[in-house]
């Protein structure tokens, strides 16, 4: 692979990263609510499950949706269930910043989790191995993933920084509700996306 593809491979991985999207919108909520470091062990849980979903469908796991019947179906209502769970805890949190380790951050396994149950993911997966790599040659592939990796944990962590941002002037339980319930709808509005694909 010439060095000229790595420029668009790499355009490619953070339009696909940085982008609004469910993950994102928790890396948000994560800053303005939690301190740096956990909202890092989710965008790395994120990060991770991304590639790890990558590097699957690279090697052939995407056909799957093909073969079994209603498995495209399946993940996508699972998808939609979990995000509607994740905006409705959004939603109920009553603005005030935990002290301690009083509430659980969203935490590395629901990065990972997030991943591979966001059918934007498998598609933004699918079609960036179809524009980018050449019958899915493996080298090509790892390569590609090697190039998200940062591009996603970096555009990821600057969410998170957005939302460590805004909590430093937020310090009023009524906006952070607002800001919370904002971000929820946010969440929630995703769902039809994922519906109407």
């Known amino acids: 692979m010439s060095l000229a593809m790595l420029l668009p491979m790499s355009a490619f ?23 740096l470091a956990k909202g890092l062990v989710f965008v ?6 991304f590639v790890a979903l990558f590097l699957a469908i690279g090697l052939g796991l995407y056909s799957l949706l093909a073969v079994v019947p ?26 005030r910043l935990p002290e301690g380790d009083s509430q659980r951050a969203p935490g590395f396994m629901t990065g990972a989790l997030m991943q591979w149950l966001n059918p934007k993911a498998w598609l933004a ?3 960036g191995i179809g524009a980018y790599t050449s019958g899915h040659d493996l080298t ?40 919370n319930r904002t971000l929820a709808a946010l969440l929630a509005a995703s769902c039809i996306y994922l519906l109407i694909e």
Do not use: K
């Open 125 to 127: 997966s699918a079609s």
């Open 44 to 49: 790395t849980g994120a990060t991770l499950g």
């Open 13 to 35: 991985a953070l339009a696909a990263s940085i982008s609004p999207g469910p993950v994102n919108l928790v890396c948000l909520s994560s800053g303005t609510r939690y301190p």
């Open 140 to 179: 090509q592939v790892m390569l590609f993933a090697a190039l998200y990796l940062p591009i996603c944990w970096l555009s990821l962590g600057s969410w998170v920084y957005a939302g460590a941002f805004l909590r430093r002037y937020v310090h009023r339980p009524a906006v952070l509700v607002t800001i």
């Open 70 to 95: 209603g498995l495209e179906e399946a993940l996508r209502w699972a998808g939609v269930a979990f995000l509607l769970y994740l905006s409705v805890r959004l939603a109920r949190d009553d603005g």
